[in-house]
């Protein structure tokens, strides 16, 4: 189990055992680093994780918080990152995605016009590679809807837009746990842009495939 991994864990212990409760102050930095037997970089980084899931209330100067959500809804909440107790679920959509993205990759790089291309290179010439993780998982989801977009087949990119809202918390964990995931990720859609350009549409869907396998496997060796 990676760091910062270990270190939720523990935090979802004191929530289980009641020593955190819903509304609660988490203790200072070092005290609690201490306590857990973490580094304080790695508790910060579990903190930074939590905060995104909308478990802890970071608030600046006053101190970390657990939220307000109900211990069930808390639980719930951890477990996804912590136990991916839904994986297997998650990654059923994911081997769909994969089938389905591909082929709308492949459909783009014949039937994209000057817009649709434009668009996309819009999109990734305005990524903030050192923004907040949802920010790119953002940037993921309009890069993916654009292309689908881009086949002129609406059923199909209404279809992937709904699938795709599914998976958002998969992608903003691996984004935080992965090393250099975001590079990966933005170096992977940058290739199958290019095979669009050039109306391969053989290559845009082979690139796909890799991309969406990449969560795939990262998904299944997770936690």
């Known amino acids: 189990m990676a760091v910062t991994d270990t270190a939720i864990q523990k935090i979802k ?4 055992s ?3 409760a819903p509304g609660d102050r988490l203790p200072p930095e070092k005290e609690l680093s201490e306590s857990l037997g973490l580094s304080r970089s790695s508790l910060r980084e579990a903190v930074k994780a939590l905060e995104v899931i909308r478990v802890l209330d970071v608030r600046r100067g006053d101190g970390t918080y657990v939220t ?6 808390l639980l719930e909440a951890m477990s996804f990152v912590v136990d991916l107790h839904d994986r297997d679920v998650i990654l059923e959509i994911f081997g769909v995605r994969r089938i389905l993205e591909s082929s709308a990759s492949g459909l783009a790089a ?10 996309l290179h819009e999109l990734l010439d305005s990524v903030d590679v050192d923004g907040e993780i949802t920010s790119l998982v953002e940037h993921d989801l309009a890069f993916h809807s654009r292309i689908a977009a ?3 087949n609406g059923y199909l990119a209404g279809l992937l837009d709904s699938m795709s809202s599914q998976t958002v918390r998969a992608r903003i964990w691996r984004g935080i746990t992965e090393e250099n995931a975001v590079d990966r990720t933005l ?7 290019a095979a669009i350009d050039a109306g391969d549409a053989a290559l845009a869907e082979a690139l796909t495939v890799s991309h969406v396998a990449g969560i795939e496997s990262w998904l299944r060796n997770a936690g």
Do not use: K, N, W, Y
């Open 18 to 20: 009641g020593a955190l």
């Open 13 to 16: 212990e004191m929530i289980v």
């Open 150 to 152: 881009s086949t002129g």
């Open 187 to 193: 170096r992977e859609h940058r290739a199958i842009l």
């Open 110 to 119: 014949q039937h994209a016009t000057d817009a649709d291309r434009a668009a």
């Open 68 to 73: 307000s959500l109900a211990p069930r809804e």
